[in-house]
C-alpha cells in the first residue's frame, strides 16, 4: 500500500475507522493533535493499530527541544517529521539519536510541495548532506515537482522512504510522486472532504497502480 492519509481537520480522526486496512498510515497534522490531544490520539491508534501513524511535528528546533518533543510522542507514533533546514550539529543528530533510542522513524524533509518552497530548493543539495549524515528512515519530497523526487531519490538511494504530499487539493495526481520514485503519497483534503472517503482512497489506490504500471512499462518507440 502505498497512500498515507492526512488528517488535518478536526473531527477528521473519525476516519481511522473507515480506513483502517485501506490506506498504509496516518498523518497527525498539528491542528488535529491540538483539538484531540495526546489521549484522543492514542484512542484513535488503538483502532488501528497496524498502520503506519506519523506525527507531522514538523519540527524546527534546537536538537534539545525536539527530542523532548519527540519523546512525548513515544508509543503514541511510529514516526515524526522534522525539517531538514534546522541542519545536523545540536539539532538533527541530536533528535535523530533519540528516536533510534526510543524505536521511533524519523522523517526529514528535504522539499516542500507549495511553491514557497522554491527556497527550500536552492539549499537542496546542502539539505540532502543533512539528511545524508542523519540517515532518517524517511524524507519528505514533493509530487508536486517530481523533478526533486528524482533528484532526491538519486542522491539517497533505495534505502530511505520518500513520502510525497501535494496530491489533489495542492494540484498533483495520484501516481505522479510515485512514478518519480516516492513509495507513498500523502494525501488530506482529497479524501477528508471528499463525500466518500473510503471510495476516493481506493480510486487514488487504483490511479496509482494504473500508474505504476505505465511509468514502469518500456515506453514504445
Ligand atoms: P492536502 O492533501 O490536504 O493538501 O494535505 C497535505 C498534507 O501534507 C498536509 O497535512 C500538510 O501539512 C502536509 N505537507 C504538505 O502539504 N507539503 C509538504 O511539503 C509537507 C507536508 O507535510
Known sequence: MTLIVALDKPQSLGLVDTLCGVASGF???VP???DVGLEGLRRARSRCSDALWVADMKLADIGHVMALTARRLAG???AVIAHGFV?????LDILAEECRRMGMKLVVIASMSHPGSRIYDKVLEDVLEVIEAVKP????APATRPNIIRRVRRRLGCSVAILSPGIGA????PGDAICAGADYEIVGRA???SENPLQTARNILEQQRRCRRACREPQQT
Not at 541542519?87 to 539539532?91: C, F, H, I, R, V
Not at 528512515?137 to 519528505?140: A, D, E, R, S
Not at 495542492?170 to 495526481?173: E, I, L, V
Open 27 to 29: 498523518k497527525i497534522g
Open 32 to 34: 488535529l493533535l491540538l
Open 76 to 78: 503514541l507514533v511510529d
Open 87 to 91: 541542519g545536523l550539529e545540536s539539532a
Open 137 to 140: 528512515w524517511g524524507v519528505v
Open 170 to 173: 495542492q494540484g498533483a495526481s
Open 191 to 193: 479524501i477528508t472532504s
